[in-house]
């Protein structure tokens, strides 16, 4: 069973709605991260949160708006997104000083 | 040239044999090794984490780590049916940071 725990499971979402993906991590890490995947590839970095402060933004758009309230919870908030943001969108944990990264199950995230 | 290159499949083998799945790289900063499993739409689970050289063993799974050649590699024994997925193999630091780069995955059926 992962520690890392995302809701919704599924979301479908219009090009105007507000909507927000949550992550839930119960291992005690300082460090996590979301990350986008589109069908048969590799999961592509997004942001890195490291003591609950933005460490790494990979030129994401502003579209996309992440949180981290606590060292438990990280949030990313959708605003006027695009049909080619349709993916699944992981979230992922780990030690600060570690590369190993334990990933939640994911959000399928479809806008219409 | 990719940073690292996975070659994406499909590999299809019958039932309790001998899988080997491989990952090459370039950038000799690389120290730490990951391979995923990742079923078909779930998030990434970590199989097995390497620092540096040498081979790491975990039931029927082995890593080996060659930093000479650039060139790790999964071995799976006694292959099966369950172990159907994709394999992503992921390595770091990127940069010095806390990132992680993936191989594009390979695409593993095992036939009852």
């Known amino acids: 069973d992962t520690e890392v725990t995302q809701t919704p499971k599924h979301l479908v979402m219009g090009m105007t709605n507000k909507k927000s993906l949550k992550c839930e991590q119960h291992?005690?890490?300082?460090?996590m991260y979301w990350y986008k995947q589109k069908a048969k590839k590799p999961p592509e970095l997004m942001f890195v949160?490291?003591?609950?402060?933005?460490?790494i933004n990979e030129s994401v758009p502003s579209r996309f708006s992440p949180e981290c309230p606590n060292s438990s919870l990280l949030n990313l908030h959708l605003h006027a997104l695009q049909p080619e943001d349709s993916a699944l969108y992981l979230c992922?944990?780990?030690?600060?000083?570690?590369?190993?990264?334990?990933f939640g199950p994911g959000t399928r995230l479809t806008v219409t | 040239q990719k940073e690292v290159e996975q070659d994406p499949g499909p590999l299809s083998v019958p039932e309790g044999a001998i899988v080997s799945l491989n990952c090459t790289y370039s950038n000799s900063a690389f120290q730490y090794f990951m391979w995923y499993r990742q079923y078909s739409r779930k998030g990434p689970e970590l199989l097995m984490y390497?620092?540096?050289?040498g081979n790491k063993e975990d039931g029927r799974f082995t890593a080996q780590v060659d930093k000479s050649s650039k060139y790790i590699s999964l071995f799976i024994r006694d292959s099966q049916p369950s172990d159907s997925a994709t394999y992503l193999c992921?390595?770091?630091?990127?940069?010095?940071?806390?990132?992680?780069?993936f191989g594009q995955g390979t695409r593993l059926t095992i036939n009852p």
């Open positions: 992921a390595m770091g630091p990127v940069e010095g940071a806390q990132k992680l780069v």
């Open positions: 390497t620092y540096s050289s």
């Open positions: 291992m005690g890490h300082r460090a």
């Open positions: 949160y490291s003591y609950e402060k933005l460490s």
């Open positions: 992922a944990s780990s030690q600060v000083q570690s590369y190993e990264q334990y």
